[in-house]
């Protein structure tokens, strides 16, 4: 949430691009946590023990938007447009069997949050 002070840091005249910086950069983290993911998956190390990782990118992308959408939601007005377009992607066709899919990883990230008062 660091960037949750910058971002406070620049309101007023570039609310906008603060937006576009916020929305940018949440997409580049999932992106890079696939790839950091595939990375480990398929170093020789994991290559040496046998390992089999079958991660999709739209899967990572689906439960990073997911998590950050349940984070995010506790400040609503300051993260309004983030928000909408988090829920769009979660929501899309080629997503909404996700929701199921995921339903205990869900439920396991929120029973850890709820422990940590977030």
């Given at each position: ?12 005249k ?27 998956a ?44 988090l829920?769009f ?30």
């Amino acid at each position: 949430m660091k960037m949750d002070a910058y971002i406070r840091d620049w309101d007023g005249k570039k609310r906008r691009v603060t937006d576009k910086l916020v929305k940018d950069t949440t997409r580049q983290m999932f992106c890079y946590c696939f790839s950091a993911m595939r990375s480990k998956a398929l170093n020789r190390i994991a290559k040496a023990n046998n390992s089999l990782v079958r991660v999709q990118k739209s899967d990572v992308l689906w439960l990073g938007a997911h998590a950050f959408h349940k984070v995010l939601s506790r400040r609503p007005q300051r993260y309004r447009s983030l928000l909408r377009a988090l829920a769009f992607d979660m929501e899309r066709g080629k997503n909404y069997n996700r929701r199921k899919k995921f339903q205990k990883v869900i439920k396991a990230g929120f029973s850890c949050l709820e422990r940590i008062d977030v």
